[in-house]
């Protein structure tokens, strides 16, 4: 089955510079990696997706890339801010309908 | 729009009770899924509903869970009897059409089971 492993799982960042999140899958089949953000006390909510047949993905400070060849993609969070500062998780489809969850980054933004 | 609504947000019981977990996904989703959040094994996936119908419950850990969906706007999560190893956060999702690969979580609600 899917395996997903995701790095660093602590990352501190001063306000307004940027930060990078890595995962890595095993399963060539999947087509779907979404991110979550997770404040505490929250729910997992949905920041951005990408599919298989696409690269690059940005909606405003956030980017999401994807390179199939090597079964990797990343998060990149761009002018982080304090209120950015959460638990991520990367996710990875299995099949139509699972996902494979990362083990989580706890982002921690520095005022 | 409202989001994903779950009931009750924190559940203290103890040892032995039957516990009942409420789930209203988004309006006009028809997949619904119930995960399960440790700090040890990350979030599982209990069960997923596909237009009211459980289509994999192959997550859900003993015979003594069980989920129900009697409607599109609806369902349920019963633990009986509880154990303190169902402590946990449980979170419920829910995907539209045609779906179901964008996923929307609840708030989730925490149980301890003492």
């Known amino acids: 089955g899917e395996n997903v492993e995701q790095h660093p799982s602590t990352l501190s960042v001063q306000e307004g510079d940027s930060a990078v999140i890595k995962c890595t899958y095993s399963?060539?089949?999947?087509?779907?990696f979404p991110w979550y953000k997770q404040e505490l006390g929250k729910g997992p909510q949905l920041i951005i997706d990408i599919r298989s047949n696409v690269g690059e993905k940005k909606d405003q400070r956030i980017a999401v890339t994807l390179n199939k060849t090597a079964k990797h993609f990343s998060l990149h969070i761009t002018e982080t801010q304090p209120e950015d500062s959460a638990v991520y998780f990367c996710?990875?489809?299995?099949?139509?309908?699972?996902?494979?969850f990362g083990t989580g980054t706890r982002l921690k933004v520095l005022a | 729009d409202a989001g994903v609504i779950q009931s009750p947000r924190h559940e203290v019981t103890e040892m032995g009770q039957e516990v009942t977990l409420r789930c209203k996904p988004i309006s006009g989703h028809n997949s619904l899924f119930w995960y399960r959040q440790t700090m040890m094994r990350g979030l599982e996936l209990l069960i997923y509903f596909n237009n009211n119908v459980p289509i994999d419950d192959s997550g859900m850990p003993e015979d003594r869970f069980s989920a129900k969906m009697p409607n599109a706007s609806f369902s349920t999560l019963k633990i009986q009897p509880s154990e303190p190893r169902d402590s946990a956060v449980y979170f419920c999702?829910?995907?539209?059409?045609?779906?179901?690969?964008?996923?929307?979580f609840g708030p989730g609600t925490r149980l301890t089971v003492t």
């Open positions: 399963d060539s089949a999947s087509n779907y």
């Open positions: 999702a829910s995907s539209p059409p045609p779906g179901p690969f964008e996923q929307y």
């Open positions: 996710a990875a489809s299995e099949g139509t309908y699972k996902y494979i």
